[in-house]
Structures are given as structure tokens and as C-alpha cells.
């Protein structure tokens, strides 16, 4: 009778124990799906910055194409009338100025290009690690379900046997002898508490 319920007490406090596993894999889940959450939700946005800077870039190459073009006919009209038109002339000037006003254009947009090609390789950077990061954290999510499931099977096994030591304790001594019952009994708690083992010794 004694050793049943030492038995019966070393259950209980596996029990507790079980309790307290489940408490702590629920938290982890419910952290694990909240970083999750916001994880796809920044790389959502993410991916979203990284298709504008590709369409911002795709708008410079056909504007810089146009200033190009502009700075084309402006160099060619500027040289021709510093051959055919008088120095410091009107004319002249307004030729000049509009090659340096075409040559700014081509200067500013190259520029700005440069900026944008380096903010699209950032950001596509940024995105990779977020994805990386985001399915590291999938798979934890799902080991730490995991868990959670192995826990619930093991504390319902451990209910079922536990069940089983309250009968003999209130039969031992009746219907069978100790010789006879302690040794079943013991067999049952046996295989839960190596069930329990391979659940704590897994994560």
C-alpha cells in the first residue's frame, strides 16, 4: 500500500510537471505566432518598397533616354552657333543655356538613379532575410505545436494510468494480493514515465 502511493504521488508530480510544460509551449506558441504574424506583414510591406523602387528605376531610364536625347540636339545647336553666331550674342546665349540646362538633367537623373539602384539592392537584401527569418520562425512555430501535441498525449496517458493506481489502492489488499497488483501497476507508471522522458529529452 505504501508503494502504491509513492507511486501514486511520483504521477502527480510528473502531472504538475506536464502542467507546466503545456503552460510554458502554449506561451512559446503564442509568441512564435504573433513574430510570425509580423514578420509576413514587414515583408509584405517589404516586398512592396522593392517592386516601387523597381518601377521608380524603370521611370529614370526612360527619363534620363529623353534628357540624353535632349542633351544630343542641345550640344549639336550650341556648337553650331558658337561657328556661325557672334560671341556673347543672344542667340548664342540661349543655345548655351539650354546645353547646360540639358547637361543638369542628364547629371541629376543619372544621379538619382545610381541612388535608387542602391536602395533596390538594399531593400531586396532586407527582403531575403525577412523570408529567411520568417520560415525559421515557421518551423519553430510548428516544432513548439509539436510539442504541445506530444505533451497533451503524454498527460492523457498519464490520467489513464494514474486512474489505474487509485483502483489498486482501493482494491489492494481485497481482490488481490500486493505481490500481484503492484507489479502491474508498476509496469504502467514504468511506461508512461519513459514516454515523459522522450517528451522532456526531445526539446
Given at each position: ?37 509580423n514578420?509576413?506583414?514587414r ?18 531610364e526612360?527619363n ?95 490520467q ?44
Open positions: 500500500m505504501k508503494q502504491l502511493r509513492t507511486t501514486l504521488k511520483d504521477i502527480e508530480t510528473d502531472g504538475k510537471i506536464l502542467d507546466k510544460q503545456l503552460q510554458n509551449n502554449g506561451s512559446k506558441v503564442e509568441q512564435l505566432s504573433g513574430r510570425y504574424e514578420l509576413r506583414q515583408l509584405a510591406v517589404q516586398s512592396t518598397m522593392t517592386e516601387k523602387y523597381r518601377e521608380h528605376l524603370k521611370k529614370l526612360q534620363q533616354q529623353k534628357n540624353t536625347e535632349r542633351l544630343e540636339k542641345a550640344t549639336k545647336a550650341y556648337d553650331e552657333g558658337k561657328r556661325q553666331l557672334e560671341e556673347n550674342s543672344d542667340e548664342l546665349n540661349k543655345l548655351k543655356t539650354n546645353y547646360e540646362k540639358a547637361t543638369r538633367a542628364v547629371d541629376s537623373t543619372a544621379k538619382s538613379y545610381d541612388t535608387y539602384q542602391n536602395k533596390l539592392k538594399t531593400s531586396i537584401k532586407n527582403e531575403q532575410l525577412l523570408q529567411v527569418e520568417l520560415d525559421k520562425t515557421g518551423d519553430d512555430l510548428k516544432k513548439q505545436q509539436g510539442y504541445i501535441t506530444q505533451v497533451n498525449d503524454a498527460y492523457k496517458s498519464m489513464e494510468k494514474t486512474a489505474g493506481v487509485r483502483s489498486g489502492l482501493s482494491t489492494a489488499g481485497k481482490t488481490l494480493t500486493t505481490g500481484v497488483t503492484l507489479p502491474l501497476i508498476a509496469a504502467g507508471v514504468a511506461a508512461v514515465k519513459f514516454h515523459l522522458r522522450r517528451v522532456f529529452q526531445a526539446e
